[in-house]
């Protein structure tokens, strides 16, 4: 008998009885719980995800500020840097171009001459605004009278009022002037080196006016004129090009300034062409030609 006990002591014991299952009523009831609320709940997720959405986006693309002046004037700033610079050339002729005339001498006519053609043309730049203007004392010598044309087609009679011949400077004026008239701003050689940019501006052989620029190639040449009859001392070396009909135009610096005036080009030939040599009598002698004080 003990050990019929002992064997059944050593024998697993049965489990317990197992849990109660829900009903199939109770189950049935569960899925119609979720099925009823399963719209609502949907459209929460939705709801949910549309604002991650659009938090998301927010962050990405933020919507710009108010314009401000201090943006605007980066932007223009950036702009000017990015932009091709201007020609020194083209600068100094916005700035002249308004100043600069054209002068024609007339002489006396015969039966075999042209009466409307010129005897002689030059060029002449305007230095007050009552109408006084610089030229070359060669452009108007012999004439027996002169005209002048501005640059908005302006055609006036001139006369002369003053002449400096050891400058071959001839100071005139126009008797009709423009509405608008521009007189040239004018300025000390005193600081012009050799190298410097300078840019002459006329109407060679008539055409213009034109530009041409170059550098300054010298200070103080002296040049004997085309008669030889004198010699201009104290003058400006240029190799801009320069042609009969530039005499008596402006020679101004890169920013348009008036630092001489053109009066002749040196060239071993008797054709009269510039060959790059040209020569300039510094401002100050023009302005002491007008009566004005030294810079």
């Known amino acids: 008998m003990a050990k019929r006990a002992a064997l059944y002591s050593s024998s697993p014991r049965r489990a317990g009885p197992p ?12 899925r119609l ?30 919507a710009p500020g108010e314009l401000t002046q201090e943006d605007i004037d980066a932007a223009v700033a ?44 030059g060029s002449g730049v305007i230095v007050l605004e009552s ?21 908005d087609g ?7 009022t003053g002449v400096r011949p050891e400058h071959d400077l001839a100071v005139l004026r126009a008797k009709t002037l423009p509405d608008d008239i521009v007189p040239a701003t004018l300025t000390s050689t005193d600081k012009l080196r050799s190298g410097d940019r300078v840019v002459a501006v006329g109407f060679p052989f008539g055409i213009g006016p034109s530009v041409s620029a170059g550098v300054v190639s010298g ?20 190799d801009a090009a320069a042609n009969p009909g530039n005499s008596g135009g402006p020679l101004v610096t890169a920013e348009g300034e008036v630092v001489g005036i053109v009066t002749g080009v040196l060239n071993p030939t008797d054709q009269r062409v510039f060959i790059g040599i ?15 004080p030294p810079f």
Do not use: C
Not at 154 to 160: G, H
Not at 278 to 292: D, M, R
């Open 19 to 30: 849990p109660a299952q829900p009903a199939p009523q109770a189950r049935q009831a569960a």
């Open 33 to 62: 719980d979720w099925r009823r609320y399963r719209g609502a709940l949907l459209f929460l997720a939705g709801v949910l995800l549309t604002m991650a959405l659009v938090q998301f986006n927010g962050g990405m693309s933020r």
């Open 78 to 121: 950036k702009s000017l840097e990015s932009a091709p610079p201007q020609a020194p050339a083209a600068k100094a002729w916005e700035t002249i171009r308004l100043s600069v005339v054209r002068v024609q001498g007339y002489g006396l006519v015969t039966p075999a001459e042209d009466p409307e053609a010129p005897v002689n043309t």
């Open 131 to 151: 109408g006084v203007i610089l030229t070359n004392l060669h452009v108007v010598q012999h004439a027996h009278h002169i005209r002048v044309t501005f640059a």
């Open 154 to 160: 302006l055609e006036s009679d001139a006369f002369v």
């Open 219 to 238: 200070l103080k040449r002296e040049y004997r004129s085309l008669q030889g009859k004198r010699i201009l001392t104290n003058l400006i070396q240029f």
């Open 278 to 292: 040209g020569f300039a009598v510094p401002i100050e002698n023009a302005a002491s030609a007008l009566g004005l």
